[in-house]
C-alpha cells in the first residue's frame, strides 16, 4: 500500500482527450513539484521531470494520455510488444504479429480465431503476496468491460455495440481463455497495453469494488498492488510521487531500485533543472524547450515518432463547421510547413487523413500532406456560401504552442475572409465541452492508438459516445461493420482504403502535423527507451 499524502488541490475526471492535453500541460506559474530529495545514501533517486498532470491512476477509466502512461508502470499484462531499434532509440513495435509473453508463457488461438487460451506463469504474487493467477486475470478483464469507459473501448479495438469480447474464464489457477465475438488478431496489441493491466482482486473489493459505468474514486490516487516492475510507495497527486522495485514481479527487475517522478508544470523551473542536471529524463517540454536544451551540453534529446497529431476539431454538427466546403477552403489555407518550422520546431512531420503515419492500415499514398493554396481556399470558401463567417477556436492556452498555433491559424483564415474569435478555456472547462460535444472548433494535442481499425471506428462510428464531433458519414456504417467481421489483415486493407477517401473528401478534422516524442536526458542515463505507455523499468543510470 503507498503511503498517499493529501492532494495539494481536487483533481477531476478527464476523458478521451483531456489526458492528451495533460501531456504537455505547461504554464510559467511557480513549480507544484517539491526539491529532489536524496537517498539515504546522499545519492538522489533516479529522477523524472514531467510537464503533467494527473487526473486517475486507474487504466481501465482513463483514456489515453499521461495518466495511462504512468499507471502503467504497476501493472503486468499477459503479453508484451516487442521492441525495434531506429535512430539509436529503442521503440514499442505495434505489430499484433510480434507480441512477446509476459504473465503468460504462451497461448493457443483456436474457434477460428475467436478463442485465445493463455498459459500462465505459476505461482507468482501481487507485491502484497496476493495470488497473481488465472482469477485474478479473468477479474481484471471483467472488471474492465463492466466499467464501460475509455478502457473498454481500447481493450476491444472500438468494438462495443455488440462487444468484441464476449467472455472470459479461468478453468484452473494458471490458464485463462478469451473468447471473442469475431476473430481480431489485434486483441494481442490491446492486451499489451494499459487496458490489459492485472490488479489485485482484493484491493480493489475493499476499496469500492467495480460499478458499471462509474470511475472508482479510491483508485483515481492509489494502486490496487502492484503486478508490475514497481510499487507505487508515495503519491501527493499534481506533485510527487516516489516508485519502489518491486520485489515479487515476474519479470526482468527494473533498472533503478527507486525513482522520483515530479509532476511539475513550470516550463522555466524544469529547463533550470535539466541544465542543473538535477533530473535526469524531462518529459513533456514544449518544442522550443527542447531546441534550446539540445544545443545544451547538459542534456541529450532523444526523439521518436509517435501516435500524436495536432488537430483542429470541427463540429460536424454546426451549421458553418458542419458545411464540407468551409471546411475544405480551411484546410487549404493553413502554412503547414511553416507551422513545423515555427511552432513545432522541426519535431513533427506532415500527413492528411485519419490514420497516423506507421499505424497499422496507414498508406502513405492514400493520406499525402495538403500543399498552402490560399487561392484554392477563397474558392471553396465561395463554394461554400457562407457570407462573412466567424469562427470560434477553442484553445487551452497552458498546453504548449496553443497559442501560437492559433494565431498562426487566425492569421491565415482571417487572409481567406474567415473571422477568428479565439477562445482561450481553462483546462476542466476546455475538457468538458469537448466531451460534450458543445463547441465549434478546438485545437488538440491528440493520443492515438496504433491500430487503423480502432482509430477509424472511434472517429467515424455515427452516434457513438465517443465521437466527439458528431461524424457521420453516408456509407462509413456499412464499412465499419465490414472491417470489424474482417479479421485478416490483407483483406481489410481495401475496407480501410475506402474509409479514409470517405474521410478525405469530407474533412471533418484538420490535421496540422504529428508531433514526435521527445525526451531530454541526463549525462549519466545509459538505459532509455520509447513507447506510448512510458516504461520507467526500462530507464536507468
Request: charged share 20%; with cysteine; hydrophobic share 35%.
Amino acid at each position: 500500500m503507498p503511503h498517499h499524502k493529501p492532494a495539494p488541490r481536487a483533481t477531476g475526471r478527464r476523458t478521451f482527450l483531456a489526458a492528451a492535453l495533460a501531456a504537455m500541460l505547461t504554464t510559467t506559474a511557480c513549480s507544484v513539484s517539491g526539491p529532489t530529495v536524496p537517498t539515504s545514501g546522499g545519492k538522489r533517486p533516479f529522477t523524472v521531470n514531467w510537464a503533467s498532470s494527473l487526473s486517475s491512476l486507474d487504466p481501465a477509466f482513463v483514456c489515453p494520455g499521461d495518466d495511462n502512461s504512468f499507471a502503467s508502470n504497476f501493472y503486468g499484462r499477459l503479453v508484451k510488444l516487442s521492441t525495434t531499434k531506429s535512430g539509436g532509440v529503442t521503440s514499442a513495435d505495434p505489430d499484433p504479429g510480434k507480441v512477446r509473453p509476459d504473465l503468460a508463457t504462451g497461448w493457443k488461438v483456436s474457434d477460428g480465431g475467436r478463442t485465445y487460451t493463455f498459459k500462465l506463469r505459476p505461482g507468482e504474487k501481487f507485491a502484497n503476496g496476493h495470488p497473481l493467477d488465472a482469477a485474478a486475470v479473468k477479474y481484471s478483464i471483467d472488471r474492465t468491460l463492466t466499467m464501460g469507459a475509455c478502457g473498454s473501448l481500447s481493450l476491444q479495438l472500438g468494438i462495443t455495440k455488440p462487444g468484441l469480447v464476449t467472455g472470459v474464464e479461468a478453468p484452473d489457477s494458471t490458464t485463462v481463455v478469451l473468447r471473442l465475438r469475431s476473430a481480431n488478431p489485434a486483441i494481442l496489441y490491446s492486451l499489451a497495453q494499459s487496458r490489459g493491466s492485472i490488479y489485485d482482486p482484493k484491493e480493489i473489493e475493499a476499496h469500492g469494488g467495480v460499478r458499471r459505468n462509474a470511475p472508482n474514486q479510491w483508485l483515481q490516487s492509489h494502486t490496487a498492488s502492484s503486478s508490475g516492475p514497481y510499487v507505487l510507495a508515495e503519491y501527493v497527486p499534481n506533485n510527487h510521487a516516489i516508485l519502489k522495485r518491486n520485489p515479487h514481479y515476474y519479470g526482468k527487475p527494473a533498472l533503478e531500485p527507486t525513482i522520483r517522478v515530479n509532476f511539475n508544470p513550470s516550463v522555466s523551473t524544469l529547463l533550470l533543472q535539466a541544465e542543473n542536471r538535477q533530473a535526469d529524463v524531462t518529459v513533456g517540454l514544449p518544442p522550443q524547450s527542447v531546441d534550446r536544451l539540445n544545443k545544451d551540453d547538459c542534456c541529450t534529446v532523444v526523439s521518436a515518432p509517435s501516435a500524436t497529431p495536432v488537430t483542429v476539431s470541427l463540429n460536424y454538427e454546426d451549421r458553418l463547421t458542419g458545411n464540407a466546403d468551409f471546411r475544405r477552403a480551411l484546410t487549404y489555407a493553413i502554412p503547414y510547413k511553416g507551422i513545423i518550422k515555427a511552432v513545432a520546431y522541426g519535431y513533427g512531420d506532415s500527413y492528411y487523413g485519419p490514420l497516423v503515419p506507421g499505424m497499422a492500415g496507414y498508406r502513405r499514398g492514400l493520406e499525402p500532406a495538403l500543399s498552402y493554396d490560399p487561392a484554392r481556399a477563397k474558392r471553396l470558401l465561395a463554394a461554400s456560401g457562407a457570407k462573412s463567417p466567424t469562427l470560434r477556436l477553442m484553445i487551452n492556452p497552458s498546453s504548449p504552442g496553443s497559442s501560437e498555433l492559433a494565431a498562426v491559424l487566425q492569421s491565415s483564415w482571417q487572409a481567406i475572409g474567415v473571422r477568428v474569435d479565439i477562445d482561450a478555456k481553462p483546462p476542466t472547462d476546455f475538457s468538458t465541452l469537448f466531451n460534450d460535444g458543445t463547441y465549434q472548433a478546438g485545437l488538440l494535442f491528440e493520443n492515438s492508438t496504433p491500430i487503423g481499425g480502432y482509430e477509424l471506428r472511434k472517429k467515424l462510428t455515427c452516434g457513438s459516445e465517443f465521437n466527439n464531433q458528431h461524424i457521420c458519414i453516408p456509407g462509413t456504417t456499412r464499412l465499419l461493420n465490414k472491417l470489424s467481421r474482417t479479421a485478416d489483415a490483407t483483406e481489410q486493407q481495401p475496407i480501410v482504403d475506402e474509409l479514409v477517401r470517405k474521410w478525405r473528401a469530407r474533412s471533418p478534422t484538420i490535421v496540422l502535423y504529428r508531433a514526435r516524442f521527445t525526451a531530454v536526458l541526463g549525462p549519466q542515463v545509459k538505459h532509455f527507451s520509447y513507447a506510448a505507455n512510458l516504461r520507467f523499468s526500462e530507464w536507468g543510470r
